[in-house]
């Protein structure tokens, strides 16, 4: 369902490699792709909505720190998310796209949650800004993309080309009609794109790192975080984000009306099932694992170190530990099947977990 959505062009000349890659989903049915595209590439995600959307893959950075983000693909993370903001941002049942590429039925997604029209947005990690672009096009209020300064989506000009191809041209040539919505599918409101680091509160300017952006946003109603847990070091810093930018509800009016605003995490499990077990348990001071048995083995013993060693991390970290909660999670797969979401799975394999993700709605506690 959803690695269909994305087809690769071939180039001009293929070479026999370029044909047996480009047919590999097809020869090999029960191989997974989690990741699309090459580095410096071109694909197109077909929208439901919104058809084709072209964007440019981010070079593959002579930098090692660059090397370390893994900005230079298109991750099922971010495709799944993008699915859920456009679904949930429009009132009419989505049918099947006339490409082949909207083969089955819409997936239901929270709108409480997901349906982004008049919301301020954030995207962290953004690599291609897949999300941020459909966030726009869905009638986002604002969108606001980002990447680590040292990303190639920054340096080398790859979110500004996708968003300039995606929104401003194709906006330019609809010819947006002066009494519609300033927020209508063909006016998107405003985007801006930044370099930020996670845990500090400046943005700076995307090509230009040390220049402090003149205009500091705010605030958020939604922050979309696709595939960026998969560093446990970052994730104190990921909550410390999160609970900065996330705007608070003023709930005096109507206090037991549902919240709003919300962190969208959306990721796989590229560095295992208890990496990511571990950035939600940062965030909600929940789903921790209980400790070993009385009856130690060596492998027991660095369980217990291992456990010692997160009791120091959390005290360190408890400004942001548990300030947050899960209003849902769940896990979802490459064909849009969804399972309760489990810390921990037994016998599960590599090659099984890489078609899952995780979808987590945070809001503050």
Sequence with gaps: MFPSRITTPLPSDPQS???????LSS???????????VPGGHLTYHSPRFGK??????????????????????????????????????DEELGSHSDGHGEQDALEWE??????RGKRILELGAGTALPSIISARSGALSATITDHPSSPALTNGTIEQNVRTNITERSESCGADTQSSPT?????????????????????MPSRYGTRAEQQPLDFD?????????????????????????????????PASPAESC?????????????????????????RLPPPSSSETEEDDKDKRRATDEDQELEAAEDVTGHLRAAEIFEIDVNGLRRPWEPVRTGENKDQAQRWCVVAVLVRR
Aim: glycine share 6%.
């Design 222 to 254: 939604r922050i979309v975080i696709a595939d960026c847990l998969w560093m446990r070091s970052q994730h104190v810093n990921l909550v410390r984000t999160i609970l900065h930018y996330l705007r608070r509800e003023d709930r005096s009016q109507h």
């Design 27 to 37: 020869l090999f049915t029960d191989v997974v792709q989690n990741n699309h595209g």
């Design 53 to 90: 959307i072209d964007l440019r893959i981010p070079q593959y950075p002579h930098v090692e720190e660059g090397r370390k983000l893994f900005a230079h693909y298109l991750w099922n993370a971010a495709v799944i998310a993008a699915d859920g903001l456009e679904t949930a941002s429009f």
């Design 263 to 287: 962190a969208l995490v959306v990721a796989g499990f590229h560095t295992g099932r208890e990496t990511v077990r571990h950035f939600f348990e940062v965030a909600t001071g929940e789903y």
């Design 17 to 23: 490699e370029d044909i047996f890659s480009s047919a």
């Design 184 to 204: 209508s599918p063909s006016r998107p409101g405003p985007v801006d794109i930044f370099g930020y680091t996670w845990g500090t509160t400046t943005m700076y």
């Design 111 to 116: 709108k409480r949650y997901w349906d982004v």
